[in-house]
């Protein structure tokens, strides 16, 4: 039973770049993004002080809008026999999902909530300068369509950084991921800090063009990047961002989505609602990797002289930055479970 709170797919605001590693998961669960339009990604440009340097990725991306993704991975849980029905869950307690509408109970329950918190399973969110993530979807042009092209974009500025990418839609998907300070430093406006981001460098301007100021902004706050579940309770398998939240400078996050699902769903069926606190401790180990590798690479993006070295990596030493983005994707093999366990 799939129970989400939004009847029609929307278009959430973090996704929009696939990796290699999330493509071949994809594509091994019947769902292959290209087949839905996706934009096909060879390589990465980054942007840093006025200076830009580009290499190839280690294999080929995607770019693909959340809503295409998520329609087509509704379609195929449908098409494989899970039903679905609707309703906005508050609270998780053992061996039940207190909705608004009803109280859904099974002895396990897989929360994947995302950036969403239930009452009885939240995450800590203590730092004193929390992360945000602003989208703007901007129209199709031809001159965004040259500039971006194959490129996935990361245009790293003080306590940030805009990703660019386009969408099947021939729409670039523009993602901000930045500190609450440096938006506090724009006067809490995200259109100051674009328009400031434009008038520092060219580059950026281009690609907002002169009609960025009519899309919608929307805004996701504190998101507790570096996150990894270690515990948890009898029956409630945590999956997503609800097992790990990898800084979104990796786009691994969906690739994290779906190894942990894949890795619960095995869990469960061998170990059953039982299962759970062994999962967790296991994705947990498989996801540090990933997280930590991403976690270095976002501190070093966000500072100056980080940024001054991204980029001379990334023109002198591209082995260093293919090294970065290949230790910053998630095992996919679900992990072995050892042989002692049992229900
Ligand atoms: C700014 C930003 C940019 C990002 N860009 C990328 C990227 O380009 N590529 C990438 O791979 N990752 C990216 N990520 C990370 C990625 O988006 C997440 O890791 C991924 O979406 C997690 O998937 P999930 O299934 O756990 O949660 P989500 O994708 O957030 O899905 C949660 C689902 O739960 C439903 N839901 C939520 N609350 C409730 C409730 N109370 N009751 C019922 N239903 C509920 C929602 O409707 C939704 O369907 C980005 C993250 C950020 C912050």
């Given amino acids: 039973m799939l129970l989400d709170h939004a009847e029609t797919v929307g278009d959430p605001l973090c996704g929009g770049f696939l990796s290699w590693r999330t493509l071949q998961q994809l594509q091994a669960l019947g769902v292959d993004p290209f087949q839905l339009g996706g934009h096909r990604i060879t390589h990465l440009r980054l942007f840093s002080a006025g200076r830009t340097a580009t290499t190839s990725l280690p294999q080929v991306a995607c770019g693909l809008s959340r809503h295409a993704l998520d329609s087509a991975l509704r379609a195929a849980a449908l098409d494989a026999g899970a039903q679905m029905a609707f309703d906005h869950i508050t609270a998780v307690e053992q061996g039940v ?3 608004k509408k009803h109280d859904w109970r099974s002895e396990t329950l897989f929360l994947a909530s995302g950036k969403h918190d239930l009452r009885g399973a939240a995450r800590p969110r ?96 504190a998101v507790p990047y570096g996150w990894i579940a270690e515990e ?8 997503g961002d609800q097992a790990a939240v990898i800084p979104s400078l990796a786009g691994e996050g969906i690739g994290i989505a779906l190894a942990s699902g894949q890795q619960a769903a095995s869990y469960w069926l061998e170990l059953g609602p039982a299962g759970a606190a062994r999962f967790q401790r296991a994705f947990a180990q498989k996801a540090r990797r990933p997280v930590q590798v991403a976690r270095v690479a976002r501190g070093l993006a966000e500072s100056p002289l980080g940024g001054l070295l991204a980029i001379f990596a990334t023109e002198r030493i591209p082995a260093t930055i293919h090294a970065l983005a290949r230790m910053s994707r998630i095992e996919t093999a ?7 366990n049992s229900h």
């Fill in 126 to 221: 203590r730092t004193a300068d929390p992360a945000l993530g602003l989208r703007l979807r901007l129209a199709p042009t031809r001159q965004r369509a040259e500039m971006l092209g194959d490129h996935i974009e990361l245009h790293l500025f003080a306590g940030g950084y805009v990703g660019m990418v386009l969408q099947e839609d021939g729409t670039a998907n523009l993602c901000l991921a930045l500190r609450k300070s440096a938006l506090t430093r724009a006067g809490g406006s995200p259109h100051n800090l674009l328009a400031e981001l434009a008038a520092r460098d060219p580059a950026m301007a281009a690609r907002l063009g002169d009609d960025w100021a009519q899309a919608r902004i929307e805004t996701i706050g």
């Fill in 334 to 340: 679900p992990t072995a479970i050892p042989a002692t």
């Fill in 97 to 99: 999902a207190r909705g």
């Fill in 232 to 239: 948890t309770a009898d029956g409630l398998y945590r999956i």
